[in-house]
């Protein structure tokens, strides 16, 4: 971990416990970039270590703040995400056709991306904002946020809480690995959306006719 994190992150995980966690993961939910996987980490040692909070409630701040924070950043998406689309987006080559499209696609496999978003640091901090871009239906984000919220936090807080300072030596090549599959499966999304795009976006126009 960088110093910058030891010496901004650590004091307040520290000096607020779990609380500090539940903000952390919130902020970077929410759509700003923010060391939200690196402190539940670094918390699930600490409270290993010094048994100054437990582990249980430091999993569930953190998925309280992931689900909290996505849903921000959701309803950020939503108000203001697609205006900005429609009135710039052709400009970067998001023609309304494409931005159509976006939506169909985020109706169809919505859930799928913003379940396995949770585990892509990227895809983590923009996913809620392109799902309220998108127009995707809310209850339907919200049960793959709850969902992969909560996996996400259990995963990495219990992992870190019984590996103990091994997983220091396996964060990187985790994080590696995601975003090698990551890379793989957005490259492969990209082509496919490529190949097939006239037929795609025939389809959501008989899907989304206005």
């Known amino acids: 971990m960088s110093s910058l994190f030891h010496d901004y992150v650590m004091p307040l995980i520290r000096e607020h416990g779990v609380l500090a966690v539940g903000g952390i993961t919130m902020i970077e939910s929410m759509g700003i970039p923010a060391p939200g996987e ?9 409270a290993a270590t010094t048994h100054q909070f437990g582990i249980v409630p430091l999993v569930a701040s953190a998925a309280a703040g992931a689900i909290i924070g996505d849903n921000i950043g959701y309803l950020i998406g939503r108000r203001f995400g697609f205006r900005l689309l429609r009135r710039y987006g052709a400009k970067i080559g998001l023609t309304a056709p494409r931005i159509k499209l976006g939506r169909y696609l985020f109706q169809r496999y919505g859930g799928k991306v913003v379940f396995f978003g949770r585990f892509v640091a990227v895809l983590r901090t923009f996913t809620a904002l392109l799902a309220g871009a998108n127009q995707m239906e809310w209850r339907r984000f919200l049960v793959a946020n709850a969902l992969g919220g909560i996996f996400w936090a259990s995963l990495y807080g219990f992992g870190a ?25 957005i490259g492969a999304s ?17 899907a989304i006719p206005d």
């Open 38 to 46: 690196s402190a539940v980490i670094a918390a699930a040692l600490y």
């Open 161 to 185: 809480y019984a590996l103990g300072h091994e997983v220091r030596t396996l964060e990187g090549p985790l994080a590696i690995g995601f975003a090698a599959v990551a890379a793989g499966a």
């Open 190 to 206: 990209i082509f496919l959306l490529r190949r097939h795009e006239a037929r795609l976006q025939q389809e959501a126009e008989r």
